[in-house]
Structure formats: structure tokens, C-alpha cells
């Protein structure tokens, strides 16, 4: 390690100790340097900020200075060469304080040899060089820290541009759905409604004529199922319900509508009273419940379903448990298959409104979905 040390800097105030550490480093095997001394601390000021030196001595005591401000001030300035203290009594606290200040080793006056002094050289550069490393490796860290906080900022910032517009679309996409469901009820199924009078009245013109009023009584049943199939699209579309009479029943008349249509026993408990939801936490939970008892319908094989939507302090909860055959490798595989997907834009829907969804799944036992809405101001 005494290999790379060629320029050695003194600062003492006592020119004795400059002479007595130029002989000893002149009997040090194979080590030539050059030595330099100053005796103030102004001046040793100077020459560190010029950092040109490979190895500093600096005395404990300068005089009226002390010799551990300059150390620190090096170090501040981000001089990285080894220093060691000179002082005339050594003990632990000279040894705590000499570290704390950044210096690399101490010897005391009079008391150390050649072979000490070269052991505090090596060892000064060796800590010094280990010192300088870590330094490096703060830095680049730091840096690494810094960058990784300005992703994070940017991502966060990313993502809740995102939720922005995935709110805004879901806003929009419920209120086309309203559009069309309107559009369906009144426009269509008036001009269903009038298709049918004018069969009626088909059939009343042409009373005497059994082929005709057949046909129009054939036409007329057509038309009826359009109708029927019209208030089923735009009920599905929007229920007017959801936004007229609110959640409880919107969902009740999805349950009742569903019973005719499958084999399903339904026990359904709500407990949301009179209290209107925000019309964002109200289509969220109604698309859910949608979504949910779809799937038990479509999947689950089982034979009962219950549904249970209540208020609970500053939350909404919402559970669908039935008694089917469950869900494979749920809850993590929601990538996979019909009722997966709808697993997953459940999910995606809930977390626009903050809320989150757990599953419990057995083959013996069935699934239970447990969904938590928290009823907050939502950032828009």
C-alpha cells in the first residue's frame, strides 16, 4: 500500500517533529517520498484545498487552531487521502474523536518507531482507499435512491392519470348505457308498440279473412318478443331502477329476474335502508353484483346463491357465496378463462372506487366473494 504514497504533507507547528519524521521515513525499506511541511494552519488550509499530496500528517494541536478542523474541512471538500493525527497523548477518546472527524489513524509523539509509522502509512492508505470506496458506492446509491424516488413519483403520477381516465371512461360508459337503454325503452319499444297496434287493427280490417288475421296474430307475437327482448337489453344495459329507486332495487330486480331464467335458489339480505350511494359506488356495486351472479349462473353448477349488500361503519359490504364447485386455482389465475376475466374486470372496476375484492374457493364448499367499498370522497 506504501507504493502509492509519494507526496507527504506535514502540518506541525514545531519544526522538530518535521526533522524527526523525515528520518524515519528515510529508513523505511523501499519507500521514497517526498516531504513537505508547514507549520500553520492557514497555510495548510491553502495546501489542501490544492489536494496535491498523497498522505497527511496533521497535528492534534496547531498552536491556538486545532488540527482536527482541518481534517474536517478536507473531508468536506472531499479530499479522500489517508491522514493521520499527530498528538502528544493518545488514549481511546483521542482515537473516538480522530475517526469521528475522518481521520484514517493516529500516532503518538515520541512514542512510535519506523516500523509503527509504516504500519499507520499502510494502514492509513489501505482505510483511506476503503473509505474512498464506500464514498463511491454512497454516491452512486444515492443516486440509484434519487432515480428510483423519481420513477416512483412518475409512475404514481402515471397511474393515477390512469385511474383519471378510467373513471371518466366508466362515467362515460354508464351514461352511453343509460343513453341506449333509453333509446331502447322509448324510441324501439314505441315503435314495437305501434307495430303491434297497427297489426290489431290489420286483424280488424280483415276479420272475414281467417288467413290474414292469422298471419297478423303470428307477426303480432313476434313483436311482442322483440319487445320483451328490448326491455331485457335496455334493462341490462342500465336499469332505470339504479337510477331512480337506487342500488337495493336495481339488485333486487336483477335477482328476480334471474330466478325464472335458472335453477338457483336465492337468499338475498340488504341492508343499505333508504341511503342513496355515490352514483359512481352505486353502478360499480351494481356491475359486481351483475358480474358476480353471472358467473355463479354460467359456472358455478351450483344449487344456491346468497347475496348479502349492507353498510358496516364508513364501508359498504358486499358478499356472493355460493354452494358450486368453485374456482380453479382462484384466486391468483384471473387471467384465465370466461369467468376469470370477469374476475378480473370486477377487480379493475373495484379499484377505481378504492375498493378490493377477496375470494374464497373449494371444490366441496363453493366460492364466496368478499367485496369492501369504502364510502369517501373518490379524487376525481
Given amino acids: 500500500m506504501t507504493s502509492s504514497v509519494h507526496r507527504i504533507l506535514l502540518v506541525d507547528?514545531?519544526?522538530?517533529?518535521?526533522?524527526?519524521?523525515?528520518?524515519?521515513?528515510l529508513k523505511i525499506p523501499d519507500f521514497r517520498v517526498t516531504l513537505d511541511w508547514i507549520p500553520s494552519y492557514a497555510q495548510a488550509q491553502a495546501a489542501i484545498e490544492n489536494g496535491s499530496y498523497d498522505l497527511y500528517f496533521?497535528?492534534?494541536r496547531l498552536g491556538p487552531d486545532n488540527g482536527l478542523d482541518l481534517i474536517r474541512l478536507a473531508r468536506d471538500q472531499g479530499i479522500v487521502k489517508p491522514i493521520i493525527v499527530?498528538?502528544?497523548?493518545?488514549?481511546?477518546?483521542?482515537?473516538?474523536?480522530?475517526?469521528?472527524?475522518?481521520?484514517?489513524?493516529?500516532?503518538?509523539?515520541?512514542?512510535?518507531?519506523?516500523?509503527?509509522?509504516?504500519?499507520?502509512?499502510?494502514?492509513?492508505?489501505?482505510?483511506?482507499?476503503?473509505?474512498?470506496?464506500?464514498?463511491?458506492?454512497?454516491?452512486?446509491?444515492r443516486a440509484t435512491a434519487q432515480e428510483l424516488q423519481l420513477q416512483t413519483t412518475l409512475r404514481a403520477a402515471a397511474e393515477a392519470e390512469v385511474q383519471h381516465v378510467l373513471r371518466q371512461l366508466m362515467s362515460e360508459q354508464e351514461a352511453e348505457r343509460k343513453r341506449i337503454a333509453r333509446e331502447l325503452h322509448d324510441n324501439l319499444g314505441q315503435s314495437v308498440t305501434?307495430?303491434?297496434?297497427?297489426?290489431?287493427?290489420?286483424?280488424?280490417?280483415?276479420?272475414?279473412?281467417?288467413?290474414?288475421v292469422e298471419k297478423a296474430a303470428a307477426l303480432k307475437k313476434i313483436t311482442?318478443?322483440?319487445?320483451?327482448?328490448?326491455?331485457?337489453?335496455?334493462?341490462?344495459?342500465?336499469?332505470?331502477?339504479?337510477?331512480t329507486l337506487g342500488l337495493a332495487d336495481a339488485v333486487t330486480?336483477?335477482?328476480?329476474?334471474?330466478?325464472?331464467?335458472?335453477?338457483?335458489?336465492?337468499?338475498?339480505?340488504?341492508?343499505?335502508?333508504?341511503?342513496?350511494?355515490?352514483?359512481?359506488?352505486?353502478?360499480?356495486?351494481?356491475?359486481?353484483?351483475?358480474?358476480?351472479?353471472t358467473n355463479v349462473v354460467r359456472h358455478a353448477n351450483a344449487e344456491r346463491v346468497g347475496l348479502v349488500l349492507e353498510i358496516r361503519s364508513s364501508e359498504v359490504i358486499c358478499i356472493i357465496e355460493d354452494d358450486g364447485v368453485g374456482i380453479l386455482d382462484a384466486p391468483h389465475a384471473t387471467d384465465r378463462g370466461p369467468r376469470h376475466l370477469g374476475l378480473l374486470g370486477m377487480r379493475e372496476r373495484l379499484a377505481l372506487v378504492d375498493g378490493a375484492m377477496e375470494i374464497e374457493t373449494s371444490k366441496t364448499k363453493g366460492t364466496a366473494l368478499f367485496v369492501r367499498v369504502p364510502l369517501k370522497p373518490l379524487q376525481e
Fill in 13 to 25: 507547528d514545531a519544526q522538530i517533529e518535521y526533522l524527526t519524521l523525515e528520518r524515519m521515513l
Fill in 58 to 60: 496533521i497535528d492534534y
Fill in 86 to 141: 499527530l498528538t502528544g497523548h493518545g488514549s481511546a477518546a483521542v482515537d473516538e474523536i480522530a475517526a469521528e472527524v475522518g481521520a484514517n489513524d493516529y500516532l503518538v509523539k515520541g512514542e512510535f518507531d519506523v516500523v509503527l509509522l509504516e504500519r499507520a502509512i499502510r494502514y492509513a492508505t489501505r482505510n483511506a482507499q476503503t473509505m474512498a470506496k464506500l464514498n463511491r458506492q454512497l454516491i452512486e446509491w
Fill in 194 to 212: 305501434l307495430v303491434q297496434l297497427g297489426l290489431d287493427a290489420i286483424a280488424r280490417k280483415f276479420a272475414t279473412q281467417p288467413e290474414l
Fill in 224 to 243: 311482442q318478443e322483440i319487445g320483451t327482448s328490448l326491455h331485457r337489453i335496455a334493462w341490462e344495459a342500465r336499469p332505470a331502477a339504479l337510477d
Fill in 253 to 293: 330486480q336483477l335477482v328476480a329476474d334471474w330466478e325464472p331464467h335458472s335453477s338457483l335458489k336465492f337468499d338475498l339480505h340488504l341492508g343499505l335502508g333508504d341511503r342513496r350511494l355515490p352514483a359512481v359506488v352505486e353502478s360499480t356495486l351494481y356491475r359486481v353484483v351483475q358480474e358476480g351472479l
